[in-house]
């Protein structure tokens, strides 16, 4: 494989070596896996279009992160097939590394390191020329700046997710796993989160979303999907999915301020207020 | 994937190594076990103990130096530990880097590490009276086989970093390590002890090291001590190599 010519790696507006542009970004066919007697994974298929946020909502343990880590090649699954980007898991693990970054549930950043210095770590792993350069252009990008020299551990759980997902744009992978990266934040932490996601989905990256929050899939994703007892039960976009009730009633009620309303009122709208 | 070895490697080396730096008290903890021993055995244990024209500074120098690195191999146990724990070892593990470069990373830290403990220590010892007439190639015999028992003792680490559940049990391992050298040649001549315990002393891998070490440094002939210290050196090292192996392929599967 040519993959690392080194025009390539000019800079991160460049399109990746490795962008196959046939096929679905990621496909999935008859994927099994067990834990022992524990058969979290019964035959899961599903398709992800370029550049579209899919959502993978499921309850806890309902094997969202075992899908995950098989695409991110860190563990096999006893059956099935999955590709990314056109490579194979299996055999073409190396091309799929190529094509994607991870960001699991706990937030994969060093908390010895300051931010930049995390951004920076990763940009030479990735053998990019300007690791400084490009460091200091994601801490612009997720309001990060100010606190870049800081060691992480210092960083709120705002801003650890946000440079977590910063570091998985290090490279401009064009697949990019968002392991349930709300969990555990508050809410004004979880917004910022969101903000950093939409910016994701506008520069066409393709996004794999796990969640348990309902409302996050139905802000952003373009096809949801539902993880139940090992299986894809529901897959379509957020309006056939709507289809699938009976028709609205249409009822009158005086439309009471959400918890979440107070609280982003009282507090500030969340995630922009530590942008300029 | 595998031209890519060596920059992987000195980038991630780069990164442990700011773990070290950034917590020098890892260092220094390190360290002082050994130097508070050396003051004990210098100023009070010391003087009962006969070893002939050599200074006992001198004389127990070897076995402070194998205790610097036995402790010192805790803190890369535990370094690694902690970085299978977060989820940064799975952000490296699904990028387009060489797998062993991580391991690698941990285990030149470790050598790195162990090396400014031993400076100090030596350091410490000379301020306590410790003289050598060694000429340069007996120096650089000490350094190559210190190196070699780092590298040994290191890969042990390793094998207990990518299998122990807990902190305690990350580092537990190495009490008995620490304590190998006091049944040795290390602190006294192995004549004094009794039959069994002697038997124990002459014939475990400290004995050997220890012996050469002293050897070298006070300008005396090896002998044939040599190569069955290196043997030792060599055997753990491959043995644990093999084992660690066999442990990060189980982890990362």
Redesign the interface.
């Known amino acids: 494989m040519t993959l690392r010519q080194p025009f390539m790696l000019a800079g991160m507006s460049i399109p990746p070596a490795t962008d196959q542009a046939q096929g679905p970004a990621i496909h999935v066919q008859g994927l099994e896996k067990a834990y022992k007697e524990l058969r979290v994974l019964r035959g899961v298929d599903f398709e992800v279009a370029r550049g579209s946020i899919f959502a993978l909502l499921g309850s806890n343990g309902a094997g969202k992160t075992t899908v995950v880590k098989i695409l991110s090649t860190l563990l096999k699954a006893d059956a099935g097939a999955a590709r990314v980007n056109g490579f194979d898991v299996v055999t073409e693990a190396a091309g799929v590394r190529e094509s994607i970054s991870l960001t699991g549930q706990f937030a994969a950043v060093d908390g010895i390191l300051s931010g930049r210095e995390n951004l920076v770590l990763i940009a030479r792993l990735w053998h990019l020329k300007d690791p400084g350069g490009i460091a200091d252009e994601l801490l612009r990008r997720f309001a990060l700046t100010e606190a870049g020299n800081r060691k992480v551990a210092t960083y709120s759980g705002g801003m650890r997710r946000r440079l977590d997902i910063a570091m998985s744009l290090v490279g401009n992978p064009p697949v990019i796993f968002l392991d349930e990266p709300t969990a555990g934040l508050d809410p004004q932490a979880r917004a910022e989160v969101w903000q950093a996601v939409k910016e994701l989905a506008q520069g066409g990256t393709t996004v794999l979303l796990t969640t348990q929050y309902l409302d996050e899939a139905e802000q952003f994703a373009d096809r949801i999907a539902i993880l139940h007892e090992g299986r894809i039960i529901v897959n379509g976009t957020l309006a056939e999915l709507k289809q699938l009730l009976p028709p609205a009633k249409v009822e009158y009620v005086e439309k009471q301020p959400s918890l979440e309303d107070v609280f982003f009122a009282v507090v500030g709208h969340a995630g922009e207020d530590d942008k300029e | ?1 595998a031209t ?1 070895f060596l ?2 490697t000195v ?2 080396t ?2 442990t190594m ?2 070290v730096t ?2 020098l008290d890892t260092i220094i903890t390190t360290a002082i076990t050994p130097i508070v021993m050396m003051l004990l055995f210098a100023y009070v244990f010391g003087g009962a103990i006969d070893t002939g024209p050599v200074s006992y500074v001198t004389y127990m120098l070897p076995g402070i130096l194998l205790i610097t690195i036995a402790s010192g191999i805790a803190y890369t146990a535990l370094r690694l530990m902690m970085d299978m724990q ?3 070892f ?8 060489a797998r062993s470069s991580v391991l690698w990373a941990h285990v030149l830290t470790s050598l790195a590490a162990n090396v400014i403990s031993l400076v100090v220590v030596v350091g410490v010892a000379l301020l306590m009276g410790f003289r050598s007439g060694a000429g340069l190639p007996a120096w650089l015999g000490v350094a190559g086989i210190l190196v070699l028992f780092t590298l040994a003792l290191t890969w042990l680490a390793v094998i207990a970093g990518l299998t122990a559940k807990s902190v305690d049990g990350g580092s537990a391992f190495s009490y008995p390590l620490v304590f190998l050298p006091f049944i040795s040649s290390a602190f006294v001549p192995t004549d004094t002890m009794p039959g069994p315990v002697r038997a124990f002393a002459e014939h475990q891998p400290v004995t050997s090291i220890v012996n050469t070490i002293r050897d070298l440094l006070t300008r005396q002939p090896v002998g044939t001590e040599i190569w069955t210290a290196l043997a030792w050196c060599a055997g753990i090292l491959v043995v644990a190599y093999i084992f660690a192996g066999i442990a990060y392929r189980r982890r ?2």
């Open positions: 994937m890519h920059g992987d980038v991630l780069g990164r700011r773990h950034r917590s977060g989820g940064l799975e952000r490296f593990q699904s990028m387009p880097i990362i599967s």
